[in-house]
């Protein structure tokens, strides 16, 4: 008899969250030319986080510090927050495995949106929680549904993308506020903001880290350009980082983006640079797509999503994209599997891709598309 | 109410497998200037591995292939398996973690060995497996009574590092087929290789990835000397690879890492400088202690176990070291805790660390210490 596995991975599904663009380019044989379905930072890291990394090459064959001191030091000093409120990861994906485990029971329940962050949905699978779905309205987080279904199952946990992915709208702190006030006093929110650096100051909530119903989350691959590096961090009640502690991976964070993510946090003018450079190219798409007679969501992330009217279309046009060489994704769920969700890159790529989209959206749209 | 951790997870103690060398040089104030503690490579990595880090920086703002395509395909062609019998991970401890959790229902058994590596204990009291702990004999892991504490507890895990830490010493494959053979059916040995470069040739069976009764697991942290990169990978049978792909991180591993690890596979005569650097440190070390009346354990990994007679003796020492400036470890349960573990290093540390050594023995020696 071989050895079994546990009920749980047995009953499993054979998933991955994201299937990634080197698999399609080696399932078609086809090299991409245009990278923008990941949110990368096609701007790039901070030159001074860079030559960190190519500096912490010398001490590679030492263990970096499971503690993550120095790192962990600086955020906490940057968010105002007790070091015991910071723990450091191999990226948000790491923590929100962390945070499934710690909180969520085999069978209880954790909410989401219909569409929101594949990875949570994949950890809560693999833990057996009960994952609630929410439907998106008007293109954002139903922040009243998701309070309320997290009522009515009883979750653990909600998980919340502020700024949204995978379609760029945003909440204001105070309604982030009243949602929180709202939730079941037993249950925390996993507040994702990736992509927080690119939001409105209103957007952007106090971190109160004694709050015991809020982690925040966040990371150095976006607008920090490190997505290579997978390195995030937590911020949030000291005795959930304590419990996180009790089973994280101690060794698991690499050395050499522990160094580079302290030499980005010491150049805030890289991160300045890089969000304006985006919001420029935000209104390029925006103005790309009206002149095409598509419409964009609003975003206050580096990428925007298209409406594309219809998900027949959305798919169509996605698959016309990756045939001429350009790599993006699309919702996967409705409502927004109507939109493709485009990566803002510099100038020249947005050119190239203005370029592609101009000549073959005619056809896609003049093609007709079965019901979905 | 506070959201509530699972019980699993609120009954779990405050507890790392490893307190780091950094969290002791902030604990006493005083930096180390030896560091001989964690078996990391102070030979370093291959010119041409750190070479294709820096390079890699260069492209840090996107995220590494979540498949490990590259990486997987030419540590299959060097093992002559398949592409569906490997994966890579973020070290060892990563890949242990999976195991466990793959195969380990809570109350489940698995067997290691008292004073073995504390990073499989800590993920079998993770995820609430009950650890069952076989005593070393005459320092070598006891094959016969590991396999008897698995059929004894209905074990589904074995853990065993061969050659071993932290002793050095190693079985022969023979041995292990032996072993092998006479485990429950229904048992998986975890064979941690991460010292395997060093060992002689009849010490490494082979690696046949049929057997669903074995998982090979590797690392670039040793001979290698990528620690900091934290990568890793398993080989074994197909259906324990596709369950891992069902709960591991698919974003987990640094990209820089993957770059780095393919150049080192690409550089064996480096690895072959290492293990005879490594070769040759031994015996000076084993020379050293011979010097001071002491003797060592026989190793083939890139430390050597000093046998300092008593734990107390043991612990005065390791003491005495770190106060002179020179982080090493001793394993934590008799009967290896009459030893210390001290990592080989090049000549010139080697020098220092006998200095020392040579210095302090003495006033060691000559103290009264009360019975353990």
Known sequence: MDPPFTRLVADLPATVPFVGPEALERRTGRPFQLRL??????????????????????????????ENAALRSELARAHG????????????????????????????????????????????DGYGGHLERVSYRQDRN????????????????????NPDNPTGTWQSARDLRTFVDRLPSDCLVLLDE??????????????????????????????????????????????????????RLHYGVNSIAQEGALASLADPAHIQRVVAAVAE??????ELARSLGLSTLPSAANFVAIDVGEAAQARALLTSLEEHGVFVRMPNAPPLDRCIRV???PPTQRSAFAAILRAIWPTVLSRQYPEV
């Open 343 to 345: 990566t803002v890159a």
């Open 281 to 286: 190219g935000r209104r390029e798409y925006e």
């Open 194 to 247: 990736a992509y927080v650096d690119f939001a409105p100051p209103d957007a952007i909530p106090a971190i109160d880290a004694t709050d015991p119903r809020v982690l925040h989350l966040r990371t150095f691959s976006k607008a920090h350009g490190m997505a290579g590096a997978r390195i995030g961090y937590a911020i949030g009640p000291a005795p959930t980082i304590a419990a996180f502690d009790k089973i």
């Open 142 to 161: 139903d922040l009243e549904a998701l309070a309320a279904a997290a009522h009515r199952v009883q979750a653990r946990l909600v998980y919340l993308a």
């Open 37 to 66: 379905g990941a949110n990368e930072s096609l701007f790039g890291p901070s030159p001074h986080a860079a030559e960190a990394m190519r500096a912490a090459v010398e001490h590679v064959a030492l263990y970096g510090d499971p």
């Open 81 to 124: 927050v007790a070091l015991e409120n910071v723990m450091v990861a191999s990226g948000i994906d790491d923590l929100l495995g962390l945070a499934v485990r710690a909180f969520l029971e085999p069978g209880v329940a954790a909410v989401t949106s219909l569409g929101a962050y594949p990875t949570f949905n994949y950890h809560v």
